[in-house]
């Protein structure tokens, strides 16, 4: 069982920057391949960046050149690092971990805000 918290989100200008942040609790967590998820109101979740347990990382096309996927095992943490923010990246973000072997994403954090303004 893994316990996820994410934080970081806000309001931000566009063009402006964000990191977020998810710790995570309860197994090794270098065994884990972790998500970034985000979902607008009256859309779908989809993943935004991705990072297997040995560090390679894969984007949706959207945010390719602007965000960075990066894990700290040590601290048991994986964050999203977001420049060059557009209105259109406002949504909630959500961290999500699965085992290393596994397809689905099984555990989920509770999710920050990031609201980007014109």
């Known amino acids: 069982q893994v316990q996820l918290v994410e934080s970081g989100g806000g309001l931000v200008q566009a063009g402006g920057s964000l990191r977020l942040s998810c710790a995570a609790s309860?197994?090794?967590?270098?065994?884990?391949?972790m998500g970034w998820f985000h979902q607008a109101p009256g859309k779908q979740r989809e993943l935004v960046a991705a990072?297997?347990?040995?560090?390679?990382?894969n984007y949706a096309d959207s945010v390719k050149g602007r965000f960075t996927i990066s894990r700290d095992n040590a601290k048991n943490t994986v964050y999203l690092q977001m420049n060059s923010l557009k209105p259109e990246d406002t949504a909630f973000y959500y961290c999500?971990?699965?085992?290393?072997?596994?397809?689905?994403?099984?555990?989920w954090g509770q999710g920050t805000q990031v609201t980007v303004s014109s």
């Open positions: 990072i297997t347990s040995t560090g390679s990382a």
């Open positions: 309860g197994d090794t967590f270098s065994n884990y391949a």
């Open positions: 999500a971990a699965r085992k290393s072997w596994r397809v689905s994403y099984e555990y």
